[in-house]
């Protein structure tokens, strides 16, 4: 490789990667500010009925409580839970229909997946929004009056809530628990702008006729859905006063192995629906290659500017470009080692390589879901600690 090319490559791969990590937030939060959507005011009618979707294995432990919070929330509509016992072999379904005379128990004798657990409770659903949620977390009292809010705008067809995640007291967890802040917001300058790229699973709400069946083996549902609303010419929104709790801290192993997940399922969607990336088609076809697939090149394209940058250390610049990377790599080596030490100069780069890695692997997870559609729901239990109060 001659050197005015190398010198070109290397540009290029800054470039682009300066563009995923600070150019297209930037972007994004300066065409919400400049351009924003608003929302158009809905004509008066009778309130929604609302349909709430919990697919759940084994969960007898909190099923009660999690269905008590969920019924003692403000609804500005009436209410059905919808629980699907996905071969589980506890009394998670006794103790489901003993908590309200508003659940209904769906029982699959075999495990076959959430996917299938919510095809299967969208099918009987009667609301005119369904409330997607896991048993993990707990909603805030008002949470669904923000949700609900926005679907007075015909145009609406999704809204995501704000998951509120315990900071991780671990110096790799700080960094990790910083992308995820920043993360949260770009979902709402994408929403104030056009659209989100995806809900957060743990709390997001569609309007039933837009949901379409999902693939047994799809790894995204809160992606995917609402994508299809998109399609369909809706808008998905991001509403940060709707929040849920989640009881687990932020801990940088259990996000390693969701963000393993996240990254296989974004390889799924790029084969599954090229439609997304096609203008014309997708309203928002530039913010899912921006927002989803450039970042699957990342741990690509460092290790590939790296190469680029040894090629070229007889250039004094490029011998400061080779210091810099390696000095950035050493401090987040010595972060994710020393975890006990939560300076910011460590954590962040422990946390931004900590999600490089499990973006590396995502690839070869994905590829490995294909002969084992479950693999990567296949976990070990995580650690809990105390949920924080709403």
Known sequence: MSDLLAMAVFAGLVLLLAYVHVG????????????????????????????????????????????????????PGPVEFIVVCDGCTDQTADVARKTSPLVKVLEQPMKSGKPAGLNAAA??????????????????????????????????????????????EAGGGQGVDLYWKLEKKLREWEGQFNSVVGCTGAIYVLRRDLYRPLPPDTLLDDVVLPMQAVIQGKRVLFNPAARAFDPQTLDPE????????????????????????????????WQVISHKYLRLAVPWMLGLLLMVTVLLLRHPLFVAAFAGQVLCYALAAAGMLFPGIKHKALSIPAGFLL???ANLRALFAWLASLKDPNRLWRQPPARRSPPPTP
């Open 24 to 75: 297209y937030p930037v972007l994004m939060a300066l065409l919400a500010r400049k351009f924003p959507r608003s929302l158009k005011p809905g004509n008066s009618g009778p309130s929604p009925t609302f349909s709430v979707l919990l697919c759940v294995h084994n969960e007898a432990a909190r099923i009660e409580a999690r269905l008590q919070n969920l019924a003692s929330l403000t609804w």
């Open 123 to 168: 099918s009987v659903a009667t609301g005119d929004l369904l409330v997607f949620c896991d048993a993990r977390q707990t909603f805030a009292q008002n949470a669904i009056q923000h949700l609900a809010a926005p679907f007075a705008d015909l145009e609406v067809g999704a809204v995501s809530g704000s998951l509120e995640i315990a900071g991780s």
């Open 254 to 285: 259990v996000e390693s192995r969701r963000k393993l997940r996240t990254l296989a399922g974004n390889y799924q969607m790029l084969v599954r629906h090229p439609v997304w990336l096609i203008p014309g088609k997708c309203p928002i076809w």
């Open 355 to 357: 999600l490089q890695t």
